[in-house]
Protein backbone atom coordinates (compact mmCIF):
# COMPACT_ATOMS: atom_id res chain seq x y z
CA UNK A 1 0.00 0.00 0.00
CA UNK A 2 2.93 2.45 0.33
CA UNK A 3 2.20 3.75 -3.31
CA UNK A 4 -1.17 5.20 -2.21
CA UNK A 5 -1.71 9.05 -2.82
CA UNK A 6 -2.84 9.72 0.88
CA UNK A 7 -5.39 12.16 -0.62
CA UNK A 8 -7.42 9.15 -1.87
CA UNK A 9 -7.79 7.40 1.50
CA UNK A 10 -11.07 8.36 2.60
CA UNK A 11 -11.59 5.85 5.34
CA UNK A 12 -9.41 3.86 7.51
CA UNK A 13 -8.66 1.23 10.05
CA UNK A 14 -6.24 -1.05 11.74
CA UNK A 15 -9.36 -3.40 12.61
CA UNK A 16 -9.46 -6.51 10.26
CA UNK A 17 -12.68 -6.57 8.47
CA UNK A 18 -14.77 -9.19 7.36
CA UNK A 19 -17.49 -9.69 4.35
CA UNK A 20 -20.52 -10.46 7.14
CA UNK A 21 -23.59 -10.14 4.92
CA UNK A 22 -24.71 -9.21 1.69
CA UNK A 23 -28.58 -9.19 1.10
CA UNK A 24 -29.47 -9.04 -3.00
CA UNK A 25 -32.61 -7.78 -1.59
CA UNK A 26 -32.05 -4.34 -0.50
CA UNK A 27 -28.21 -4.22 -2.53
CA UNK A 28 -26.69 -3.92 0.84
CA UNK A 29 -23.45 -4.85 2.14
CA UNK A 30 -21.95 -5.17 5.25
CA UNK A 31 -17.91 -5.58 6.04
CA UNK A 32 -17.46 -6.78 9.93
CA UNK A 33 -14.55 -6.04 12.03
CA UNK A 34 -14.39 -7.55 15.78
CA UNK A 35 -12.71 -5.90 18.69
CA UNK A 36 -10.11 -8.06 20.28
CA UNK A 37 -12.15 -7.75 23.42
CA UNK A 38 -15.73 -8.51 22.03
CA UNK A 39 -17.56 -10.22 18.99
CA UNK A 40 -20.16 -7.40 19.85
CA UNK A 41 -18.15 -4.41 19.43
CA UNK A 42 -16.27 -3.26 16.91
CA UNK A 43 -17.25 -1.63 13.01
CA UNK A 44 -19.60 -2.41 10.78
CA UNK A 45 -19.56 -0.92 7.40
CA UNK A 46 -22.47 -0.69 5.39
CA UNK A 47 -22.43 -0.18 1.58
CA UNK A 48 -26.27 0.46 0.41
CA UNK A 49 -27.53 0.28 -3.13
CA UNK A 50 -24.49 -2.04 -4.14
CA UNK A 51 -24.80 -2.22 -8.17
CA UNK A 52 -21.43 -3.70 -8.01
CA UNK A 53 -18.50 -5.21 -6.41
CA UNK A 54 -15.07 -7.34 -6.16
CA UNK A 55 -14.41 -8.24 -3.38
CA UNK A 56 -11.96 -10.14 -0.84
CA UNK A 57 -12.95 -12.87 2.44
CA UNK A 58 -11.28 -10.36 4.87
CA UNK A 59 -9.17 -6.98 4.93
CA UNK A 60 -6.82 -6.65 7.33
CA UNK A 61 -6.07 -2.84 7.65
CA UNK A 62 -8.21 -1.59 5.71
CA UNK A 63 -8.38 1.44 4.06
CA UNK A 64 -11.63 2.97 1.52
CA UNK A 65 -10.00 5.04 -1.44
CA UNK A 66 -11.43 7.34 -3.88
CA UNK A 67 -11.04 6.34 -7.29
CA UNK A 68 -9.96 8.66 -10.29
CA UNK A 69 -12.33 8.84 -13.52
CA UNK A 70 -10.50 6.56 -15.40
CA UNK A 71 -11.15 3.60 -13.06
CA UNK A 72 -14.62 4.94 -12.18
CA UNK A 73 -15.75 4.90 -15.37
CA UNK A 74 -13.80 1.24 -15.99
CA UNK A 75 -16.42 0.31 -13.01
CA UNK A 76 -19.00 2.27 -13.76
CA UNK A 77 -18.89 0.81 -17.41
CA UNK A 78 -18.67 -2.78 -16.46
CA UNK A 79 -21.69 -2.76 -13.72
CA UNK A 80 -24.12 -2.34 -16.10
CA UNK A 81 -26.33 0.27 -14.63
CA UNK A 82 -27.54 3.31 -17.02
CA UNK A 83 -25.26 6.44 -17.72
CA UNK A 84 -28.25 8.43 -16.32
CA UNK A 85 -27.67 7.06 -13.00
CA UNK A 86 -24.10 7.87 -13.08
CA UNK A 87 -24.41 10.71 -10.17
CA UNK A 88 -26.23 8.15 -8.09
CA UNK A 89 -23.12 6.27 -7.46
CA UNK A 90 -19.97 6.05 -5.53
CA UNK A 91 -16.95 3.79 -6.47
CA UNK A 92 -14.65 3.11 -3.64
CA UNK A 93 -11.63 1.15 -3.85
CA UNK A 94 -10.89 -1.52 -0.79
CA UNK A 95 -7.28 -1.99 -0.22
CA UNK A 96 -5.14 -3.77 2.70
CA UNK A 97 -2.89 -6.33 3.46
CA UNK A 98 -5.19 -9.53 3.01
CA UNK A 99 -6.79 -8.41 -0.22
CA UNK A 100 -8.25 -5.77 -3.03
CA UNK A 101 -11.65 -4.81 -4.46
CA UNK A 102 -13.97 -2.54 -4.62
CA UNK A 103 -17.76 -1.41 -4.37
CA UNK A 104 -20.05 0.79 -6.78
CA UNK A 105 -23.12 1.92 -4.46
CA UNK A 106 -25.41 4.32 -3.24
CA UNK A 107 -24.44 5.24 0.51
CA UNK A 108 -21.74 4.37 2.29
CA UNK A 109 -21.84 4.53 6.46
CA UNK A 110 -19.11 3.26 9.04
CA UNK A 111 -20.59 2.90 12.87
CA UNK A 112 -19.22 2.09 15.68
CA UNK A 113 -20.98 -0.97 17.64
CA UNK A 114 -21.39 -1.09 21.26
CA UNK A 115 -22.46 -3.98 23.58
CA UNK A 116 -25.05 -2.45 25.96
CA UNK A 117 -25.42 -3.81 29.47
CA UNK A 118 -27.29 -7.05 29.98
CA UNK A 119 -27.40 -7.27 26.08
CA UNK A 120 -24.32 -9.63 24.77
CA UNK A 121 -23.99 -9.58 21.01
CA UNK A 122 -27.33 -7.38 20.35
CA UNK A 123 -26.71 -6.23 16.99
CA UNK A 124 -28.76 -3.65 17.38
CA UNK A 125 -27.36 -2.20 20.54
CA UNK A 126 -25.62 1.17 20.56
CA UNK A 127 -23.46 2.48 17.55
CA UNK A 128 -21.90 5.68 16.85
CA UNK A 129 -21.89 6.97 13.26
CA UNK A 130 -18.21 7.45 12.13
CA UNK A 131 -18.14 8.40 8.58
CA UNK A 132 -20.82 8.56 5.89
CA UNK A 133 -20.29 8.86 2.04
CA UNK A 134 -23.16 9.08 -0.47
CA UNK A 135 -22.79 11.38 -4.35
Not at 89 to 117: D, K, M, N, P, W
Amino acid sequence: MSNIDPASVIFESDLTFRVWKYGIGHSQLLLRSASDESEGEGVDILFEGVAAMRLAMRYEALQLRSVDEEEFREVFDSSGVDEKWRDSFVIVRLSSRSGEGYVQCARITAERRHVQSGSGRDPDGLRDLLWSLSP
